[in-house]
């Protein structure tokens, strides 16, 4: 799915540079949602491989009695990256701006993406970079839940459902040739999405989709 440039705007659409310049400490989903996705990645990925964290902050979530042969970091605030002790290296970049990485082609194993997917405005400019970096056979895991800063989600995430949400993140990997067929994990709640916006009752709704690299 090739997003219209309608669906690719943002409330705020100031330089995100200036929006994520603060560092934000905080975790953005709850202890629930950390605890399954730190349990996916216990269950796919594999101890000694090189990991790819595209859009982190100061923690990645990754088990901690795993050991990776690296891990590399990417995100928009330095201080948060810095504070990441899961990782050995990173790199800033707005993939808003510039989406191309500059990482080899084939270099990693795994690319993870927390909670951060809905602020791609080139999602399919993006997927295709996470395609070139990932070895055959490597794997693509794409978190998300119902939180976002609003004002810098883009359009299509915002107006649309938590099932459209899964939906548009399948096609962003259908968009790239050479994808495996996407898997969806999904752990919904029952409480309404306007009240776990603000925080109040029930836990956050967990969704992965994970693709590999034929």
Same mark, same amino acid.
């Given at each position: 799915? *090739?997003?219209?440039?309608? $669906?690719?705007?943002?409330? &705020?659409?100031?330089? @995100?540079? !200036?929006?994520?310049?603060?560092?934000?400490?905080?975790?953005?989903?709850?202890?629930?949602?950390?605890?399954?996705?730190?349990?996916?990645?216990?269950?796919?990925?594999?101890?000694?491989?090189?990991?790819?964290?595209?859009?982190?902050?100061?923690?990645s979530h990754l088990p901690e009695e795993m050991e990776f042969g690296h891990v590399e970091g990417h995100g928009m605030n330095e201080e948060e990256?810095?504070?990441?002790?899961?990782?050995?290296?990173?790199?800033?970049?707005? *993939?808003?701006?510039?989406? $191309?990485?500059?990482?080899? &082609?084939?270099?990693? @194993?795994? !690319?993870?993406?927390?909670?951060?997917?809905?602020?791609?405005?080139?999602?399919?400019?993006?997927?295709?970079?996470?395609?070139?970096?990932?070895?055959?056979?490597?794997?693509?895991?794409?978190?998300?839940?119902?939180?976002?800063?609003?004002?810098?989600?883009?359009?299509?995430?915002?107006?649309?459902?938590?099932?459209?949400?899964?939906?548009?993140?399948?096609?962003?990997f259908q968009s790239v040739p050479g994808f495996s067929k996407p898997e969806v994990i999904a752990r919904k709640s029952d409480v309404p999405g306007?009240l776990q916006m603000i925080g109040v009752g029930g836990g956050d709704p967990f969704y992965a989709v994970v693709a590999q690299r034929l």
């Amino acid at each position: 799915m *090739l997003l219209q440039p309608e $669906q690719r705007t943002k409330l &705020d659409d100031s330089d @995100d540079t !200036v929006f994520y310049s603060m560092p934000r400490f905080v975790t953005h989903v709850d202890e629930g949602f950390i605890d399954q996705l730190t349990q996916l990645y216990r269950d796919r990925l594999q101890p000694n491989t090189r990991i790819f964290d595209m859009m982190s902050s100061h923690v990645s979530h990754l088990p901690e009695e795993m050991e990776f042969g690296h891990v590399e970091g990417h995100g928009m605030n330095e201080e948060e990256l810095i504070q990441n002790r899961q990782l050995d290296h990173y790199l800033v970049q707005n *993939l808003n701006k510039n989406p $191309q990485l500059p990482l080899p &082609d084939q270099d990693f @194993d795994a !690319v993870l993406n927390c909670v951060s997917v809905q602020y791609l405005q080139y999602p399919d400019a993006v997927f295709a970079e996470i395609y070139r970096i990932l070895k055959p056979g490597g794997m693509a895991i794409m978190s998300f839940s119902n939180r976002m800063f609003f004002q810098k989600a883009i359009a299509a995430w915002r107006e649309a459902s938590e099932a459209s949400r899964v939906e548009l993140v399948k096609s962003y990997f259908q968009s790239v040739p050479g994808f495996s067929k996407p898997e969806v994990i999904a752990r919904k709640s029952d409480v309404p999405g306007f009240l776990q916006m603000i925080g109040v009752g029930g836990g956050d709704p967990f969704y992965a989709v994970v693709a590999q690299r034929l």
